[in-house]
Each structure stands twice: as structure tokens, then as C-alpha cells.
């Protein structure tokens, strides 16, 4: 069964940064997904970034645009999110999502989820 691991997150002053790692492990195949979700207290999952194996990115949301960063070592099989100049309305559990697709798409299109690291930013 694949399994996805993160880790990283904590809690940091607006301005500053963290970086979240994931890995996913028992992986059998090399041309699939991966992305970043987040949900914050009382709002809906979002999607945040995607990235495939080739290294095509997908934004989904354009608040974190110039601010954060998703990069994947295929090698790995670990995902990287690197999240600068945070804002208060960037705390949220942040989930890493594993999927057995080549392309990024819809979070219902993941099959295989982390266990969400939280991120809090204060002002």
C-alpha cells in the first residue's frame, strides 16, 4: 500500500518562512502527480500547487504566487513546498496528495493523502 509521510510546518511570524516536505513510499510506478492542499478552520480544501513528474506546475490558487515554491525530487519520490513572506491567512493544515495520474488535476484525483502538517502564522 503507498504510503505518503510529510513533515516540516510549525508556527512562524508573518514575513517569514517554512519549508514542508513529503515522501511517498511504495511507489511502483514513475509518471504520477504530486501536489499541496491546504484547509484552514471553517473553509473548504484548496488546492495550492501541483507538480508532475516532468516538472510542470499548476497554481491553483493565486494567492501564494511569487510566494511559494514546489519542487520534487523524482528521484525520492519526496515533494517540497517551500513557503515564503507568510501571511496570517496562510495557516491552515497543509496536506500533501500523491496521485496515480501524470497530470495534475482535481484533489478527488489523488488517491493517496499525508496525514496534514499545520502551519500558523501570526502577526
Known amino acids: 500500500q503507498v504510503k505518503v509521510v510529510q513533515s516540516g510546518g510549525g508556527q512562524v511570524q508573518a514575513g517569514g518562512s517554512l519549508k514542508l516536505s513529503c515522501t511517498t513510499f511504495?511507489?511502483?510506478?514513475?509518471?504520477?502527480?504530486m501536489g499541496w492542499f491546504r484547509q484552514a478552520p471553517g473553509k473548504e480544501r484548496e488546492g495550492v500547487l501541483c507538480?508532475?513528474?516532468?516538472?510542470?506546475?499548476?497554481e491553483y490558487t493565486d494567492s501564494v504566487k511569487g510566494r511559494f515554491t514546489i519542487s520534487r525530487d523524482q528521484a525520492k519520490d519526496t515533494l517540497y513546498l517551500e513557503l515564503d513572506n507568510l501571511k496570517p491567512e496562510d495557516t491552515a493544515m497543509y496536506y500533501c496528495a500523491s496521485g496515480v495520474l501524470p497530470s495534475c488535476s482535481g484533489a478527488e484525483e489523488f488517491a493517496f493523502w499525508g496525514q496534514g502538517t499545520q502551519v500558523t502564522v501570526f502577526s
Open positions: 511504495r511507489v511502483t510506478y514513475d509518471d504520477y502527480a
Open positions: 507538480i508532475t513528474s516532468q516538472g510542470r506546475i499548476t
